[in-house]
């Protein structure tokens, strides 16, 4: 079935009765419908995806279809096990959604759960920041913007977006600390100097 066959069949009632459309999107518990499967995290990020996906000894593929974007995405890997498939559905996913309605997707990115989290990570880090400059701790500073980073590759292997505010946070968080360790090391070195 080509992408748009996906789209226009049985999403815009082309092919396929409204009430066999309605049974196949008719998902249970465990969002599967009757051929159709609503997509988690993993595949749809942090968009409404729908569709099918499969594998077989050495390939495998993903038939998505974004409701709320009216588009279809087809991915075929050849290699079987790895993951990327939902991967690279999820990150072209990502992109489409971006670029069709930019203001629509950041509204769903920080209504998720990912989004209340980057957050508390924004929360965190002006809190440290505050913390730090006011009572100049700059290890403290330089320590959170470190777990900051490390935290943010951490959401890069678990597929999460969280790294577009932990990457920031931390950064911004560890030039300050460094700043301020700077400014520590030449007070210092200015008193010793009168010495």
């Given at each position: 079935m080509?992408?748009?066959?996906?789209?226009?069949?049985?999403?815009?009632?082309?092919v396929?009765?409204?009430?066999?459309?309605?049974?196949m999107?008719?998902?249970?518990?465990?969002?599967y419908?009757?051929?159709?499967?609503?997509?988690?995290?993993?595949?749809?990020?942090?968009?409404?995806?729908?569709?099918h996906?499969?594998?077989?000894i050495?390939?495998?593929?993903?038939?998505?279809?974004?409701?709320?974007?009216?588009?279809?995405?087809?991915?075929?890997?050849?290699?079987?096990g790895?993951?990327?498939?939902?991967?690279?559905?999820?990150?072209?996913?990502?992109?489409?959604?971006?670029?069709?309605k930019?203001?629509?997707?950041?509204?769903?990115?920080?209504?998720?759960?990912q989004?209340?989290?980057?957050?508390?990570?924004?929360?965190?880090g002006?809190?440290?920041?505050?913390?730090?400059?006011?009572?100049?701790?700059?290890?403290?500073?330089?320590?959170?913007?470190?777990?900051?980073?490390?935290?943010?590759?951490?959401?890069?292997?678990?597929?999460?977006?969280?790294?577009?505010?932990?990457?920031?946070?931390?950064?911004?968080?560890?030039?300050?600390?460094l700043?301020?360790?700077?400014?520590?090391?030449?007070?210092?070195?200015?008193?010793r100097?009168?010495?």
């Amino acid at each position: 079935m080509p992408f748009p066959l996906l789209r226009f069949a049985l999403f815009h009632g082309k092919v396929i009765r409204e009430d066999s459309r309605r049974q196949m999107q008719s998902f249970g518990r465990r969002a599967y419908g009757l051929g159709l499967e609503r997509f988690g995290f993993r595949v749809g990020g942090c968009v409404m995806a729908v569709g099918h996906g499969g594998a077989n000894i050495g390939t495998c593929a993903y038939m998505i279809y974004l409701p709320d974007y009216d588009v279809s995405i087809a991915v075929m890997v050849n290699r079987y096990g790895s993951g990327c498939e939902s991967r690279i559905a999820r990150d072209i996913s990502w992109i489409t959604a971006l670029s069709l309605k930019p203001a629509a997707y950041c509204f769903d990115f920080l209504m998720s759960p990912q989004g209340f989290t980057a957050g508390l990570w924004l929360l965190a880090g002006l809190g440290a920041s505050i913390y730090g400059v006011r009572k100049d701790r700059p290890v403290n500073l330089l320590v959170f913007g470190s777990v900051t980073l490390v935290a943010g590759w951490v959401a890069i292997d678990k597929w999460s977006p969280l790294n577009w505010a932990l990457f920031p946070v931390g950064a911004v968080v560890g030039a300050l600390g460094l700043a301020l360790l700077i400014r520590h090391v030449i007070r210092r070195r200015k008193s010793r100097a009168a010495v």
